[in-house]
């Protein structure tokens, strides 16, 4: 679906964000971007829908290079949408109902039409009860959720999320990670940037650690967690069933 | 226009960053002026021809990046040009002499803001005796307008990675919105900063200068 050939970033002269990564993300997978703060996984994100241009090497979109102009970019963001860390962010409707159906009345649908796939989005992930309750005054969890819902409502086919379950309860979490679940298994590719290890054993198919910008393991999870301290020594990682106890405590 | 993040460290990457900050802006500040003391407006043009040529030819900065940055607020002073050209017999000479009061100005203040991070400049006012209340000042509203930018930057990347706003039909009311999400969330940080300083110990009064102090 997406792919990438040693694609390189960097912010400043001589400070590489990311150094030569290839990866591809294939339909229905379910894929955990792990890394320490500052290893890449947000300008990798960044990369991937377009918000940054490469300094070097190729993003390839169902095989064919993706152009950086405005209808390459527009071609590009119809597949791959992006829920952002502080979800808040990217809300920009008054109320939730008329954020959610922003994304359909772009593509054209009728308003009511827009309105009800809006609602059955929020139905669906158990924020019907949010539709008229202004932006403003939503928790950090419902903002979560009603961003989920605003870029669910366009169909993409491949969803990139940043520390989604950052600010969650426990049974937020769940309820995301089965929507997320819900999504792949309807052949979105998702991928999360986290440094949750727990969601490894728990969730994700796949895993892709990056260090220092460098990819340092892409595989699937049950083949990184067996040699852990091999393949991530010094990303700055907490061990799956370490942080599985820290999330038992929370 | 979009704010590359290499835009962003422009300040800190060219060949006049190592400068002392003090020359900058004493060089800065004739230059701002001889742009809008003289009476000739032809003084304000070759102050900001020579900011231009400072800033790309010694300080490297691109004749891109300086024409693109100078654009907004020739174009904010051109608008304002169009009225004054229009008010009055010698309107256009006077409108004529604005603009090259503006490019001088906004040359010479550009030069210092392409050549030097804002916080060096911060750190200068600190030194000086007598200035403490304005540098604080500075401060915070510099702090303001970086948290509010960071809103806008952060909530315009948004739009784009939704794809809104980009038909005309849609555009006006998503640009709205965003203004108004943009306020709403300014307004929440402003009260986030607020709480910040009351649990710091701060107790929403800022320092006010008594009659006799020195600003």
Redo the contacts between chains.
Sequence with gaps: MISAVDLSYS???GMPALSRISFTFRAGERVLLLGANGAGKSTLLSLC???LRPCGGELRLLGEPVEYSKAG??RL??H???V?Q?A???????TVL?DVA??P??T?MQEAAARELAMETLDLLGGGHLAERP??ALSAGEKKRVALA??LT?RPSILLLDEPSAGLDAPGEDALLDTLSACAERGMAICVATHNTWLLRHWATRAVVLRGGRLVFDGASEDLLPHWDRQTAGCGLRAPAEAEGVTLCR | MHLE??LL?LP??NRWSRKPVGHKVAIAGALLIAALVPASPFVAIASGVLAGLLACWSARVSLHTWLELLTAPILFAAVGGVIIATSGSDGPATALATLARVFGAASATLLLTVTTPILDVVALVQRRRGFRTLSELFLLSFRAIVAIGQ?GF??I???????????WH?APG?YA??A??LA??SL?QAHRAEAGLAVRGFDNGLPLARPGDRL
Excluded at chain 1, 88 to 94: C, E, P, R, V, W
Excluded at chain 2, 157 to 167: C, F, M
């Design positions: 912010y400043a002269p829908n377009g918000l970019l527009r963001r119809s791959v949408s992006t952002l502080d808040g962010d990217q809300l920009f409707g008054a008329q922003m994304g009345l772009e054209g932006i403003h605003g870029v366009v | 993040p290499g460290m800190y990457r809103s952060a909530m990347n948004a739009l784009r990675i939704r794809g809104l706003g980009q038909s849609t998503i919105s965003f108004g999400a709403i969330r929440q």
